[in-house]
């Protein structure tokens, strides 16, 4: 073989290697992005369809006075339904009449209130709105989100017949990183294919169930698909723990605090999301929000269990009758407990700790109470209890929490 001939042979395989070698690093997410749960709003749970330039910027302007985005809530996210259709060379625009500023004038806005702006699409032909999805046009969308000043894509599953979960979303991860632009990716495939298995790699977080209902303790049926309660949804995470994470959380829905629940259950509802390290993404309506439910989303406690940087999700330790008795551990060797009353009448108990030992296989922490002792801090009332060493008598009320910070 003459020099020369080699000599291109090697540059070829040069090209292909760099090529291959791009091919690879374009394969991945944008690391780091969400370290602990992320925080925000989303338009669907109260809106559904009917969002508006109007509902996204009023909701910006409600996170910033009400106290929530002190509390650490970021991201402003708009569900299904903005979407218009496509121009002549595929260029995915705003509907008109909603949005007659385009989204990057949305985005733009929720900038300038300091917070993250995100947005919706679908892996599949039509997002379950019937608007135009994202299948066919994952790297276009990704450059035209990017263009606006997008910082977080939640991406449906609906009319996917056919597709891949795992592949159809590696694609528009990989469309993500390509458009250059940090993006949190938000995997929302309901759960059917256990995005827990390859989520990590993928995206941020990864629905873990079917949509969440406005009510504690129900399952409703739509024909084709149920929604389900929070004690529903809630038991649906068993054994998904092991799977979460920082920068990879299961995501068991969006919060129906402030949509409809009692008090009671919009606290238990909001503790347990919290217990779960789940993301924490508001969906009421912020302009008329009740001071009870601000209340609530803005307690800072509840919120630094969800956001420890241990980022171990909590689990079910104890079952006793009614009352479920949930732990996660926290960073500094601390650890919440809630005790959760599923009945609808008031659960009353004294609780001894010692014989109550908490092993979390997760974090590899033993919290022997017989052994140590903690110092007890109720999250809700904002009021110390003392310590494990003394019995402690509980009154919970219907559907209901007592959530519990316990320090050594
Ligand atoms: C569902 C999704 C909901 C909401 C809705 C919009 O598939 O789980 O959270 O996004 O689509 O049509």
Request: hydrophobic share 40%; with cysteine; glycine share 10%.
């Amino acid at each position: 073989m003459s020099d020369r001939r080699r000599l291109r042979i090697i540059s070829a395989c040069a090209a292909l290697c760099v090529a291959l070698g791009a091919g690879a690093v374009s394969a991945q997410k944008f690391a780091g992005l969400a370290a602990t749960p992320p925080l925000g709003w989303n338009s669907w749970n109260h809106f559904g369809c009917n969002v508006s330039e109007e509902t996204l910027k009023s909701a910006a302007d409600q996170i910033v006075s009400n106290g929530m985005k002190a509390a650490g809530y970021q991201y402003v996210v708009v569900d299904d339904c903005w979407q218009g259709s496509r121009d002549k060379d595929g260029n995915i625009g705003a509907d008109p009449k909603r949005f007659p500023n385009g989204m990057k004038a949305v985005a733009d806005y929720v900038h300038s209130k300091g917070l993250k702006f995100g947005i919706y699409s679908d892996a599949g032909w039509k997002t379950c709105g019937g608007r135009p999805a994202s299948r066919g046009y994952e790297f276009q969308d990704a450059l035209t989100y990017a263009r606006w000043g997008v910082d977080y894509l939640k991406y449906d599953w609906c009319n996917t017949e056919g597709l891949n979960a795992e592949g159809a979303y590696q694609t528009m991860r990989d469309a993500l990183f390509a458009a250059k632009r940090p993006i949190v990716f938000s995997v929302c495939e309901w759960g059917t294919a256990k995005p827990w298995l390859w989520g990590k790699d993928v995206g941020h977080l990864w629905r873990t169930a079917g949509d969440v209902h406005d009510c504690f303790d129900c399952v409703v049926d739509h024909g084709t698909w149920k929604s389900w309660g929070v004690l529903q949804i809630l038991d649906m995470q068993e054994g998904l723990r092991a799977h979460a994470g920082p920068d990879h959380w299961n995501d068991p829905d969006m919060l129906e605090v402030g949509n409809g629940m009692s008090t009671a259950e919009d606290r238990a509802h909001f503790s347990l999301w919290a217990m779960l390290a789940a993301p924490l993404i508001a969906g009421n309506d912020l302009s008329r929000m009740r001071p009870a439910t601000r209340e609530i989303l803005t307690n800072s406690e509840v919120i630094a269990v969800d956001q420890d940087r241990l980022g171990v999700q909590g689990f079910r330790a104890y079952k006793l009758g009614n009352v479920d008795v949930w732990a996660k551990a926290l960073s500094a060797g601390g650890v919440a407990v809630t005790f959760l009353n599923r009945g609808t009448t008031t659960a009353s108990m004294r609780y001894n700790w010692g014989t109550h030992r908490i092993e979390d296989l997760a974090s590899k922490t033993d919290f022997d109470f017989a052994k140590k002792t903690y110092q007890v801090r109720n999250l809700w009332t904002h009021r110390a209890l003392g310590s494990t060493k003394t019995d402690l008598l509980l009154n919970i009320g219907a559907h209901d929490v007592v959530m519990l910070k316990l320090n050594p």
